[in-house]
């Protein structure tokens, strides 16, 4: 078999085996919640539901495994060095010979992994293994690399001065996995699958915001075969997979992750063969697929074992080695209740939820931004930092209490732009509490955007843009690639109120929609993804993709949790719109009656809504004078309160009447040439 045509992607699923002996991601992860929790069986059971994929509406929403290693490390970064424990015992199995065969061949291995276990089965093979660990050095593989370790690597057997592990999504954020160096990285993904054969291994999917979209949308393997490892399944099953009907928001609302994945990957390779293969073993399956080879790799396997002076449960020992490391941690509970409250609070990434200026709470809330401050000083960054220390960083959190404090008299006044002024360089001065919550400054960031939105201030709309850009570089974080792809799309919009965009201006402003949109849906947010959506169907309409804008929005309503009435009522509203213009009447019907029983108290600006609607009607069956009078009503509402244009009715407003000009000339041409 030629080696050199295949491409493997593993996770962490192919370590699990004997010999090797890792234990898994779910188990460490109950661990370290049991462990913070201190015996509180209630608070255990509550952060272990909020780590299951599925407990919220949006399946996205739970606390990812990388998001509790980072807000340990915030505490104290030795919870990365203890993760390397986990390897300590047992030795490479037959999927790591394998691969390291493979890699021997002319195969490429990407894996999110960070242990030795495929170094140290080239070593077995007598063949040292070119290993290739991303870093902001080298934020894309060369074209001549062949094991390609995304996330970093334990420290190697080779050099164990080397520890580049990044367990935590800011840690993966600051190489520009999926921000500013994406596009090389994604350049370099697209080539390296080029033709090839390209098998997943032992991996979860859940990498939402890196490797999976590399897998979505930038594979160009001339097939996917995908294991699942399902221990009710007694034979081997294999199933063509379905494409995606839309390349942003999944078909079905699970926890199904890797469904989604090779979903959206089979809609980018219509003319290749995506499968996926369910079954109880993955030995079963390398077997059918690399006959030859595999077997040769279990027989040295069976070897090894038979050499190993080492028995026993290895599994279970790496992860008392693992366990004895954390409890030697020195946490206090203060420490611990800490981390709890932002487990529970954060969103699932391990970042502060970065929440849009509301329309009752035009003015943002400073009072937690204060605690905050209190909180996550210097002071707190470590259980090893002295008591003096700890007065300096109270006093300094004083001072900074105070100019918090003149920022929000200043916001209550509604001098927005010298309150943001005046807050920035806190932050920046800060190292303790900004490092350690960048969020923070990107929050601020975005009031600024909202604000110059409001005003029409486009100029400072893009300065904000930039700013949020700046401290989400700063802190690996995933909010700022959903933030800049929304406020790109924003901007596109609020220049279409003063003038016609170019086609080319409305095809950058439909990607940043789509990206912002897919990310969104990811980050769990129903706020964002709301808006990233009508903004996405927003663009198409403008491209006169009716029909598309529609089914998008009927397809994303089903993510919006029927908690967010708002946010599901601007959708529906949306694709009645959409409807109307795709000349789909009965569709739109149906759903203005579903938005008609909802109370007004539920829908924020309903009769906004409901104005802008019988506008487009009475414009689509050209009744100009009546659609006329409703705009004048809806410019009157907007006029008492602009907070309300937070979903584009000026530039809806704007488009009606320009199709009513239009309509009264071609209707006042047609008497002109009746008369003569």
Not at 591 to 617: C, E, H, M, V
Request: positive net charge; aromatic residues 8%.
């Amino acid at each position: 078999m030629q080696l050199d045509r295949h491409i493997f992607l593993v996770g962490a699923g192919i370590s699990v085996d004997p010999p090797s002996h890792i234990p898994p991601a779910a188990p460490i992860c109950d661990f370290l919640l049991r462990w913070l929790s201190g015996g509180d069986k209630d608070v255990c059971a509550r952060l272990i539901e909020r780590s299951r994929p599925g407990s919220s509406h949006n399946p996205y929403d739970f606390v990812r495994f990388e998001a509790l290693i980072h807000r340990i490390a915030q505490l104290d970064p030795g919870i990365i060095t203890q993760l390397a424990l986990l390897e300590t015992y047992g030795f490479p199995n037959a999927h790591h010979v394998l691969l390291a065969m493979a890699l021997r061949g002319g195969a490429s291995v990407v894996t999110t992994n960070f242990d030795n276990r495929i170094e140290l089965a080239g070593a077995l093979l007598d063949w040292k293994v070119p290993v290739m660990r991303l870093s902001r050095r080298s934020p894309a593989p060369p074209e001549t690399a062949m094991l390609v370790k995304v996330h970093g690597s334990f420290p190697s057997f080779h050099d164990y001065s080397v520890h580049s592990a990044r367990a935590s999504l800011p840690r993966i954020g600051s190489l520009g996995l999926a921000f500013e160096r994406y596009p090389r990285l994604r350049r370099w993904f697209a080539s390296v699958t080029a033709g090839r054969r390209l098998h997943v291994l032992g991996y979860s999917a859940s990498d939402s915001f890196d490797v999976v979209p590399l897998l979505e949308r930038y594979s160009r393997a001339s097939s996917i075969t995908w294991f699942e490892y399902d221990p009710h399944q007694r034979r081997m099953r294999r199933e063509s997979v379905e494409a995606a009907s839309c390349d942003v928001v999944p078909r079905k609302r699970s926890a199904d992750f890797t469904s989604h994945t090779i979903e959206l990957a089979a809609r980018q390779h219509r003319t290749g063969k995506v499968s996926r293969v369910f079954g109880p073993s993955l030995r079963k399956h390398l077997l059918r697929e690399f006959p030859k080879e595999y077997s040769r790799c279990l027989s040295l396997e069976q070897r090894l074992l038979a050499d190993s002076a080492v028995k026993g449960d290895l599994r279970s020992k790496n992860f008392q080695l693992f366990a004895q490391g954390v409890e030697a941690l020195e946490f206090e509970d203060a420490e611990r209740q800490l981390i709890i409250d932002k487990l529970l609070r954060d969103d699932s990434f391990g970042e502060n939820t970065i929440r849009p200026l509301s329309e009752e709470h035009p003015t943002p809330n400073l009072g937690p931004v204060r605690d905050r401050l209190r909180s996550d000083g210097v002071g707190q960054a470590s259980s090893h930092i002295t008591e003096s220390r700890k007065s300096y960083s109270e006093a300094m959190a004083e001072n900074k209490d105070v100019e918090v404090e003149r920022a929000r008299v200043l916001m209550d006044s509604g001098h927005i732009k010298e309150a943001y002024e005046l807050l920035e360089p806190v932050f920046s001065r800060d190292i303790g509490s900004f490092k350690e919550d960048p969020e923070i400054a990107v929050m601020l960031a975005e009031g600024e955007f909202s604000q110059s939105a409001v005003v029409d201030d486009i100029g400072g709309m893009r300065r904000a843009r930039k700013k949020a850009l700046k401290w989400s570089r700063f802190g690996g974080l995933v909010w700022g690639l959903v933030l800049d792809h929304s406020f790109r799309a924003r901007e596109s919009e609020q220049i279409a109120e003063h003038r016609v965009l170019s086609s080319r201006e409305v095809s950058r402003g439909l990607e940043h929609a789509k990206e912002a949109a897919y990310y969104s849906l990811r980050t769990g947010s129903d706020y964002w993804f709301a808006e990233a959506l009508r903004q996405y169907a927003n663009f198409l309409n403008r491209f006169g993709k009716h029909r598309e804008a529609r089914q998008i929005l009927m397809l994303g309503i089903d993510w919006i949790s029927p908690v967010n009435k708002t946010d599901r009522a601007v959708t529906l509203w949306c694709a009645a719109v959409s409807a109307l213009r795709e000349g789909n009447k009965r569709l739109a019907r149906d759903i203005r009656l579903k938005l008609d029983r909802l109370p007004a108290a539920s829908w924020q600006g309903k009769k906004l809504f409901t104005l802008i609607y019988d506008a487009y009607r009475c414009v689509m069956a050209r009744r100009e004078v009546e659609a006329e009078k409703l705009l004048n009503d809806a410019e009157a509402l907007l006029g008492k309160d602009p907070h309300l244009d937070t979903w584009g009715h000026s530039e809806n407003i704007r488009r009606l009447r320009n199709q009513i000009d239009l309509l009264s000339r071609t209707r006042r041409a047609g008497i002109s040439k009746n008369s003569g």
